[in-house]
């Protein structure tokens, strides 16, 4: 069973530059959640994603990103016009459904470099 | 946001138990509890979780208070490969599987 796929593993952009983050979530699996972990700081929710849906992008920050889940493909997280800021590990996870009872499964991430 | 309080690190010796305390006091009984890991620069891990009895699985034991307002993880030997940070969640905010990490428990296992 082929677990979270993320890519790419690494991501060098300039300034003002755009980002596109790929998911895959696991076979099965039509739930998926984004996180940002800035460095040396702990993980953040960002969106959570339905296929086709967004249920809450309450951690999003409200310029630059946007999620989807297509209901074909991996899911996306953009960033337009990237800053220094942006720099960080950006985490995707997937669940088969959504209630609390389901742990969730992490890929190895994206690490987004800005120059 | 129902909040989790967890000391900032512990120090272990390969091959002991340890046992990682999380405190809860706000928990509804809705509220899952969830613990995850993160070795060095890789994504999280699901670790083990429960609701209200104690749990086991191949990787832990979860052992839950009677009033669910603590519990602790329980690595039964620790292995050079359990050093990672441990976090303890509670799953249930707006009614579905949000994680709020917090700064968890930095294990070190020394050989």
């Known amino acids: 069973n082929a677990g979270v796929m993320q890519n790419p593993r690494h991501l060098v952009r300039r300034r003002g530059q755009e980002a596109r983050l790929r998911c895959s979530p696991m076979k099965g699996h039509s739930h998926v959640y984004w996180y940002r972990q800035l460095p040396e700081e702990g993980l953040k929710f960002m969106v959570y994603l339905q296929k086709e849906n967004i249920i809450d992008e309450s951690g999003m920050p409200k310029e630059r990103f946007s999620a989807e889940f297509p209901k074909e493909g991996p899911s996306i997280l953009r960033i337009q016009q990237v800053v220094r800021g942006d720099s960080a590990a950006y985490f995707c996870?997937?669940?088969?459904?959504?209630?609390?009872?389901?742990?969730?499964?992490f890929g190895d991430g994206t690490r987004l470099s800005i120059l | 946001d129902a909040k989790t309080t967890q000391p900032n690190s512990m120090e272990s010796n390969e091959e002991e138990p340890v046992h990682l305390p999380c405190n809860h006091s706000t928990i509804s009984g809705t509220d899952y509890i969830h613990w995850y890991r993160q070795l060095p620069s890789q994504g999280p891990e699901y670790v083990i979780h429960g609701l209200t009895s104690n749990v086991n699985n191949r990787m832990a034991s979860l052992a839950i208070a009677e009033d669910r307002k603590s519990s602790t993880l329980i690595l039964h030997r620790a292995t050079l490969r359990d050093a990672a940070v441990y976090y303890c969640i509670l799953s249930g905010v707006g009614g579905y599987n949000k994680l709020i990490f917090g700064a968890g428990t930095r294990l070190a296992v020394h050989p």
């Open positions: 996870a997937s669940s088969p459904a959504g209630d609390s009872n389901q742990p969730q499964h």
